[in-house]
């Protein structure tokens, strides 16, 4: 039986955050750890919402430019080498979706409940 952190999603896609720093090493050299903190990132929005769901948080590429502009245009790694924080946002929403959503694509999918139409009243403002 896999472990849970080593499991893998119905389609093979990466689901721990690691695995995602490991394919990132393998495809630009250095050490997961030189990109962990980027996968964590996406993935921290599990902590509030521990399924597939969580992903509509971070998981499109608003969050892919979200994620740039908190750890900066690029990250060296431990070989040196410079690598644009945007592709390995577009690696991560990648593996996990085979594709990258917008916000749009993600909201437009939820079904409207009318406590989220509320308006308040007059005189509770």
């Given at each position: 039986?896999?472990?849970l952190?080593?499991?893998r999603?119905?389609?093979?896609?990466?689901?721990?955050?690691y695995?995602?720093?490991?394919?990132?090493?393998?495809?630009?050299g250095?050490?997961?750890?030189?990109?962990?903190?980027?996968?964590?990132?996406f993935?921290?929005?599990?902590?509030?919402?521990?399924d597939?769901?969580?992903?509509?948080?971070?998981?499109?590429a608003?969050?892919?430019?979200?994620c740039?502009?908190?750890?900066?245009a690029?990250v060296?790694?431990?070989?040196?080498?410079?690598?644009?924080?945007r592709?390995?946002?577009?690696?991560?929403?990648?593996?996990?979706?085979?594709?990258?959503p917008?916000?749009?694509?993600?909201?437009?999918?939820?079904k409207?409940?009318?406590?989220?139409?509320?308006?308040?009243?007059?005189?509770?403002?």
């Amino acid at each position: 039986m896999e472990s849970l952190g080593r499991r893998r999603g119905r389609r093979g896609g990466v689901v721990h955050p690691y695995h995602h720093a490991v394919s990132s090493a393998k495809k630009w050299g250095g050490s997961p750890d030189d990109y962990l903190p980027i996968h964590d990132w996406f993935d921290a929005s599990k902590a509030y919402y521990a399924d597939w769901r969580h992903r509509a948080l971070r998981h499109h590429a608003e969050g892919i430019f979200m994620c740039e502009r908190l750890f900066g245009a690029t990250v060296t790694n431990a070989n040196g080498q410079v690598i644009p924080v945007r592709v390995i946002g577009e690696q991560h929403v990648h593996e996990d979706l085979r594709c990258i959503p917008s916000v749009q694509d993600w909201l437009s999918n939820i079904k409207s409940q009318p406590w989220m139409r509320a308006r308040p009243e007059a005189d509770n403002i």
